[in-house]
C-alpha cells in the first residue's frame, strides 16, 4: 500500500511481518516484531497517521505509522 503522503509503501505477507519502505532512499524504514497471524492486507488511512492490516482469519489490526499497534485485533463481520 502506497502512503497518500509520503513516498512511503507498507508491504505484509505470509512471514507475518509488516514493513515500510522508503522508496526515494531504496531502503527499509521499519519492521514490526512477528504476530501470531499471517497477514494479507494493508492500507494507509487517509490522513496518513494510520496503517491498517487484515490476516487470514479474518481479524484487522491497527498501527500507527511506527508500527506500534494500537488497541486489541477486531474480528471482521464479514468473515464467517
Known amino acids: 500500500?502506497?502512503?497518500?503522503?509520503?513516498?512511503h509503501i507498507a508491504t505484509c505477507g505470509g512471514d507475518n511481518l509488516i514493513r515500510?519502505?522508503?522508496?526515494?532512499?531504496k531502503i527499509l524504514l521499519d519492521t514490526d516484531k512477528p504476530l501470531d497471524n499471517d497477514f494479507r492486507s494493508v492500507d494507509w488511512?487517509?490522513?496518513d497517521s494510520f496503517i491498517v492490516v487484515g490476516d487470514t482469519k479474518g481479524y484487522i489490526y491497527l498501527f500507527d505509522t511506527n508500527l506500534n499497534r494500537l488497541?486489541?485485533?477486531q474480528?471482521?463481520?464479514?468473515i464467517g
Open 45 to 47: 488511512s487517509s490522513d
Open 1 to 7: 500500500a502506497c502512503s497518500p503522503t509520503k513516498n
Open 75 to 78: 474480528k471482521s463481520k464479514y
Open 71 to 73: 488497541g486489541q485485533p
Open 20 to 25: 515500510i519502505w522508503d522508496l526515494d532512499q
